[in-house]
């Protein structure tokens, strides 16, 4: 099976059309923007360090246990069905830079979708916000054979946002299907972007 490309808004089914499906990675990557030097060698800036988040969310959209926000200060959220693969601080290098595996057997029943977030570390103090990052995107893989089933690139200009509502898994009728978001926001921690969803 080929990848799916999705463009921001479009959504997807994901056990639907994939029988057996039970396990997924989301994998998110990015790239900072190549620093243009000038003629005495310019300014060196600080790593970008983006963090991956889940929130898992019940029907009304809120976060209603601090274990159901998968972080790299909390990686694994009640029953394991959702386990972050831990912090990368550069975005330097080849594929994905953060995954977050999700067991959709193990997701309890009282949350309805998992939300997919990146957020810039320690942004406010280092002057950082996601106008300084290129090449950005989400994608979802087959948990059993890592075959990429679908890919949405981040590709809006968000010069000034400093965390990014990436996507969603979300139930629908006894099925998961994905929504591509990609929607830019102010949040300088996890923490502070998990408040606006209790």
């Known amino acids: 099976m080929s990848t799916i490309n999705l463009v921001k ?6 056990t639907k059309g994939n029988a057996g499906l039970t396990k997924v ?17 310019g300014k060196k800036q600080a790593n970008i360090d983006c963090d991956a988040s889940a929130l898992l969310l019940n029907e009304n959209g809120k976060l209603t246990d601090v274990k159901n ?46 939300l997919v977030v990146v957020n810039i570390y320690d942004c ?16 979802v893989l087959n948990g059993s054979n890592s075959n990429e089933l679908i890919k949405f690139n981040l590709s809006d200009n968000y010069a ?15 099925e998961w299907k994905f929504a591509a978001i ?6 300088a921690h996890i923490n502070q972007l998990a408040e606006q969803y209790k």
């Open 69 to 114: 926000l998968v972080c790299f200060h909390n990686k694994t959220s009640l029953y394991n069905a959702v386990v972050h693969s831990g912090d990368n601080v550069t975005g330097e290098g080849e594929g994905d830079d953060e995954q977050i595996e999700i067991d959709l057997v193990k997701v309890p029943q009282d949350v309805s979708k998992i």
């Open 124 to 139: 406010i103090n280092r002057k950082q916000d996601f106008g300084m990052i290129q090449s950005a995107y989400i994608r």
């Open 182 to 187: 990609g929607e830019g926001t102010q949040a």
């Open 160 to 174: 000034g946002k400093t965390a990014l509502i990436c996507g969603e898994l979300y139930r629908h009728g006894g």
């Open 9 to 14: 808004g479009q959504k997807i089914d994901l």
């Open 25 to 41: 990675i989301v994998g998110l990557g990015w790239d900072p923007v190549k620093q243009s030097r000038g003629f005495f060698g």
